[in-house]
């Protein structure tokens, strides 16, 4: 990593989460370092010159090869304490010309179906993976701090802006699978007669003439997300979730 190139005190950390039909995961790398397991968010510097959301998307796709995803920037960590783990100062000291520059970070969010991109780990990650967010796992530097800090504020955003949540659906899907989906951004089981009493409220929320086909159980009626009803309703606060 050349010192002309990059500024060694500001980075980028991306928290992707990716929703699989059942649970929210998180994307993780697993970092290059002989001897250790160690998980983290895909980050790395900024170039000096460089626009952070610009970095923020080379980043992620010279770690992960994703790529043309929406990342949004919520927060700035800069704790000193960021790099005190002996682990990670060993690392930081194997790839870094400044390893002691103490480094702020910014911190990008993004929400997306797993389904949807491809990946591969490159530079200094040797695998990426999608971790279920209901199963804690230790990651380097304060990257637990931010992931958690992440997905709070996005939680918050989807109740103000619940189009986010019907974006990872199909265009048509079932008042299930609408269920399973609230039921892992909540991380509880919701009552099905409430959810869908409270669900069904909603005008943007339209009944097809179509059900579900080929299934063992009582064929589900679909339903479709409409966009423009939503604005307006929106626009009103007439909608009613969580």
């Known amino acids: 990593m050349s010192e002309f190139h990059y500024n060694p005190h500001i980075s980028v950390d991306c928290v992707v989460f990716g929703f699989d039909d059942e649970k929210i995961n998180i994307l993780l790398i697993k970092r290059k370092q002989e001897g250790e397991n160690v998980y983290a968010l895909p980050g790395d510097l900024v170039?000096?010159?460089?626009?952070?959301?610009?970095?923020?998307?080379?980043?992620?796709?010279?770690?992960?090869?994703?790529?043309n995803l929406y990342l949004e920037q919520f927060k700035t960590f800069g704790s000193?304490?960021?790099?005190?783990?002996?682990?990670?100062?060993?690392?930081?000291?194997?790839?870094?010309?400044?390893?002691?520059?103490?480094?702020?970070?910014?911190?990008?969010?993004?929400?997306?179906?797993?389904?949807?991109?491809?990946?591969?780990?490159?530079?200094?990650?040797?695998?990426?993976?999608?971790?279920?967010?209901?199963?804690?796992?230790?990651?380097?530097?304060?990257?637990?701090?931010?992931?958690?800090?992440?997905?709070?504020?996005?939680?918050?955003?989807?109740?103000?802006?619940?189009?986010?949540?019907?974006?990872?659906?199909?265009?048509?899907?079932?008042?299930?699978?609408?269920?399973?989906?609230?039921e892992a951004l909540v991380g509880q089981k919701l009552d099905k007669r409430n959810f869908r009493k409270r669900m069904l409220r909603n005008r943007f929320l339209v009944a097809m003439n179509e059900k579900e086909t080929g299934v063992s159980h009582k064929p589900a009626q679909y339903y479709r997300f409409d966009d423009a009803i939503y604005k307006e309703d929106f626009a009103k606060d007439q909608w009613f979730l969580f």
């Open 47 to 67: 170039q000096k010159g460089e626009d952070l959301d610009v970095a923020a998307n080379r980043v992620l796709y010279e770690l992960t090869s994703m790529e």
């Open 80 to 182: 000193p304490d960021r790099t005190s783990d002996p682990v990670d100062v060993e690392w930081i000291k194997s790839v870094r010309e400044h390893p002691e520059a103490r480094v702020i970070t910014v911190a990008y969010n993004s929400l997306v179906k797993t389904q949807d991109f491809d990946y591969r780990p490159s530079s200094f990650a040797e695998e990426v993976l999608w971790h279920p967010i209901e199963k804690p796992q230790k990651l380097g530097f304060d990257h637990n701090e931010i992931a958690n800090t992440g997905w709070a504020m996005l939680r918050e955003k989807i109740k103000r802006e619940p189009i986010i949540a019907f974006s990872l659906l199909p265009e048509k899907f079932t008042l299930r699978q609408l269920q399973t989906l609230y």
